[in-house]
């Protein structure tokens, strides 16, 4: 056979597996929603509270990092300031809160490895 005629059945496959990957996340996540709207964030909330005021690395499902003070937390939000400028991040999304890594001297660490 021709090896020509492999190439679009494994790209086939590649976008199949893909669909299915991103459908499968996004009903996870959906489903993590609806349990808190049900049942409430407190956990999440508690746990943000005590990191207020403090320089913080904050992680979403996506995979997304949001660096910042912690100013203010809600019921439904975090409320960060970096460079002075104020962003608000929800609950319903974060996943990892933790304190910004300093190193021995008590000075940031210029890369956070995760």
């Known amino acids: 056979m021709n090896p020509g005629m492999y190439i ?12 299915i990957y991103t459908q499968r996340q996004s009903l996870i996540v959906k489903k993590l929603i609806e349990k808190r709207k049900r049942e409430g964030n407190k956990e999440m909330k508690e746990l943000a509270m005590k990191f207020l005021e403090k ?5 979403s499902f996506n995979n997304q990092q949001f ?5 203010e ?3 439904g939000a975090i409320l960060i300031e ?9 609950l319903d999304f974060v996943v990892r809160i933790r304190e910004y890594p300093k190193n021995k ?7 956070v490895w995760d």
């Open 82 to 90: 970096k460079d002075e400028k104020l962003e608000a991040i929800n």
């Open 105 to 111: 001297k008590g000075k940031k660490v210029s890369v």
């Open 55 to 59: 320089d913080c690395v904050i992680y």
């Open 67 to 71: 660096q910042g003070v912690i100013k």
């Open 8 to 19: 679009p059945i494994i790209v086939m496959w590649i976008v199949i597996f893909w669909m």
């Open 73 to 75: 937390v809600t019921d």
